[in-house]
């Protein structure tokens, strides 16, 4: 299922209240609000960038830039076996929340699409710059 079809209408605020983004189409592009300042963690706390030690800047989102899903079979897994594996094997899509990236490219500063991780497991999420966080949307 599409990440873009299960998370609501919007508009969607932080922990602080503040507008991330208004619609469905707002969230997935150019305009939306998610940026270093204002993608906080559920306490209202700042997430570490990909220049802070350690870095926290990949999000696992498993989706597309337009929140949809990747194909699937014959294609690579981009959800960590639907968000079930724990080890090596698989991947999952990751985006960067502080719009940061090692180029100034779309794809490089996307906030749910940039790289998949090297594997499932912390120990394989961690190297590219990931804590296993994820994005949460809530519906009022």
């Known amino acids: 299922m599409n990440a873009r079809d299960r998370i609501g209408a ?3 605020r932080n922990a602080k209240r503040e507008v991330v983004a208004r619609s469905v189409d707002d969230l997935h592009s150019a305009s939306n609000n998610l940026t270093k300042q204002t993608a ?7 997430v570490n960038s990909r220049t802070e ?3 926290k800047h990949d999000i696992l989102t498993g ?14 897994d981009m959800t960590c076996g639907n968000w079930t594996k ?6 999952a ?16 500063t996307s906030w749910n699409s940039s790289h998949p991780t090297l594997g499932c497991s ?3 999420i961690r190297p590219t710059g990931g804590d296993g966080l994820l994005y949460c949307f809530a519906v009022q």
């Open 122 to 124: 912390m120990e394989r």
């Open 53 to 55: 030690t350690p870095s």
């Open 10 to 12: 919007g508009p969607w």
């Open 86 to 91: 724990g080890g090596a094997d698989g991947s």
């Open 40 to 46: 906080l963690d559920e306490k209202g706390q700042a």
């Open 63 to 76: 989706s597309r830039p337009d929140g949809t899903a990747f194909p699937g079979a014959p294609f690579a």
């Open 93 to 108: 899509m990751t985006g960067h929340f502080d719009r940061g990236g090692p180029i100034a490219s779309p794809w490089a």
